[in-house]
Each structure stands twice: as structure tokens, then as C-alpha cells.
């Protein structure tokens, strides 16, 4: 799901700065179906638990398999996080990543200002101001 999220689809995207890839892996978990018309309808769904799937239609649930939920027409997806192996103590390396990115922005932008100024002083002194 990398390519999908915001960090990736922003102009300055760094593949780099997103992170290993098991962030971004995610698995199905339930789908909502709407049956009927944009003001009118009945929704269902399909829910996983552990690896089995169930139908929920109002007050029935009923045994059902991937290939129904998969063969749904599906309204919306719901979808889990696959790894949550999140150390509080530490900063994700790809945060660090981009903490380090903006700083070397921040650096090369007072650089160049820096710059700027040195060439107005030697302008000046041409000038004899």
C-alpha cells in the first residue's frame, strides 16, 4: 500500500523515506455490500475471524468462504494492519530518515541565504556603498 499513501504521493516523494515495505502490508478483514438504490438499499457484510469468514444480513450470521466475500460486490473494504511490532522507545528508522531529509533542506536553504547575502555585500562594496 506504500505507493497509495500521502508520504508517497507527495511531490518530493523519496522512496527511501518510507519505510520497509512491511508497514504497508495489510489483510482483508470484512467487506460492506450495499444492495439497492443511492437513497434506498440493505447492507450486509463479510467479517473474518482468525481464517474464518461469516455473512452478517440484519440478525443472521452465517458460515461463508473468501470466495463469497471475494465474489461480493463490495461498497467498502476493511482492511488490518498485518505487522503492529511498534518499539515506543524507539524512533521508526524511516522517521529518522525523514527528520534527517528536512534538516539537510533546512541547511541547504540557510546556506543558500547565507550565499545571497555574501553577494549583496560584494555588490555593495563594487558599488561603493
Known amino acids: 500500500m506504500a505507493p497509495y499513501t500521502s508520504l ?9 523515506l518510507l519505510g520497509p515495505g512491511a ?16 437513497n434506498s438499499g440493505h447492507y450486509t457484510n463479510y467479517a473474518r475471524f482468525d481464517d474464518d469468514w461469516y455473512r452478517f444480513d440484519d440478525e ?8 463469497d466475500c471475494l465474489n461480493s460486490r463490495a461498497y467498502m473494504c476493511v482492511y488490518v494492519k498485518r505487522h503492529l511490532n511498534y518499539k515506543q522507545h524507539k524512533t521508526p528508522s524511516y522517521i529518522v530518515a525523514q527528520q534527517q531529509a528536512a534538516e539537510r ?3 541547504k536553504a540557510a546556506e543558500e541565504k547565507e550565499s545571497a547575502k555574501l553577494n549583496l555585500k560584494e555588490l555593495a562594496s563594487l558599488a561603493g556603498i
Open 105 to 107: 533542506e533546512r541547511l
Open 8 to 16: 508517497a504521493t507527495g511531490a518530493k516523494a523519496d522512496p527511501s
Open 23 to 38: 508497514l504497508y502490508e495489510y489483510d482483508l478483514f470484512a467487506v460492506v455490500n450495499h444492495e439497492g438504490q443511492v
Open 60 to 67: 443472521k450470521v452465517t458460515p461463508a468462504t473468501l470466495k
